[in-house]
C-alpha cells in the first residue's frame, strides 16, 4: 500500500503561480510513476503531468510550458509547480502513483481555484 497527501492547492488570480506537493509514505519502493491528475466539475479526469522513476516528465497539452513536475526519490515527493494559471485550470488535483506492478493509487485531492 501507498499512501499519499496532497498540500499546496488553494485560491489564485489569473496569471498568478502555485505550487502543489505530494508526499508517498508505505510502500515506497514499488513506486514508478508519480504524477498529477485534475478533475473539474462535469468533466473527467485528465492528465497533467506524470515523471517516472528515470525523472522523464510527460505533460498534457493543456499545461505545457506553463507547469513543471518534478520529483525527490529521497523524500518521496512529486512537486507541480504552476504558473500562469488561468480559470480552466480550475479543478480538484490528484496526486497518483502507479507502482512497479501497476497498482494505482490516488490521493484525496486538493482544490485550486483561478479566479478571473
Known amino acids: 500500500q501507498v499512501q499519499l497527501v496532497e498540500s499546496g492547492g488553494g485560491l489564485v488570480q489569473a496569471g498568478g503561480s502555485l505550487r502543489l506537493s505530494c508526499a508517498a509514505s508505505g510502500s515506497i519502493c514499488s513506486i514508478n510513476v508519480m504524477g498529477w491528475y485534475r478533475q473539474a466539475p462535469g468533466k473527467q479526469r485528465e492528465l497533467v503531468a506524470i515523471?517516472?522513476?528515470?525523472?522523464?516528465?510527460n505533460y498534457g497539452d493543456s499545461v505545457k510550458g506553463r507547469f513543471t513536475i518534478s520529483r525527490d526519490n529521497v523524500k518521496n515527493t512529486v512537486d507541480l509547480q504552476m504558473n500562469i494559471l488561468n480559470p480552466e485550470d480550475t479543478a480538484v488535483y490528484f496526486c497518483?502513483?502507479?507502482?512497479?506492478?501497476?497498482?494505482?493509487?490516488w490521493g484525496q485531492g486538493t482544490q485550486v481555484t483561478v479566479s478571473s
Open positions: 515523471i517516472t522513476s528515470g525523472g522523464v516528465p
Open positions: 497518483n502513483v502507479i507502482t512497479f506492478r501497476k497498482t494505482v493509487f
